[in-house]
């Protein structure tokens, strides 16, 4: 008669198993609300950015009394505009900059932590493996 064998018998725990996935559920979690909240942000800068742009464009096709006020709205329009992209680029550069730096150290900790628990089961599961071989023999 063959004795049949079951997954706990070969030190299959599903509770160290349901750890391991409910970190790279958390890991996946974080991430997300990292890329929604930089999405937000940048959203929220070029919709700002379009509506001042919209804003300055009103003021320059505006009628002007005289024909030199033009000439003095077109430049002010230019320098408007000149100094618009490089409030948003500023902006969106630093909404970059902090993105890579919280999923640079979040991809650091959640690394370390899987790494960890999926060392620690595979030492586990190879200790029990070496048990089991020395029971059969």
Known sequence: MRLRRGPSDFGYDPKG????????TTA???????????????????SDTAKEAFSNLCEVTAVRDE?????KAYSDFVQK?????????RSLGGVTQEFST?????ASKAGEE???????????ATDTVKDAAKKAA
Do not use: C, P, W
């Open 28 to 46: 996946n979690e974080r991430m997300t609300s990292i890329f929604i909240e930089t999405a937000t942000k940048s959203t929220d800068i070029a």
């Open 102 to 106: 919280e999923t640079t150290e979040f």
């Open 17 to 24: 198993y349901e750890d391991i996935f409910k970190t790279l």
């Open 67 to 71: 024909q030199a006020d033009y000439g």
């Open 114 to 124: 899987l790494s960890g628990k999926v060392t620690a089961k595979a030492n586990e």
């Open 81 to 89: 505009q000149a100094d618009l992209f490089v409030r948003a680029t």
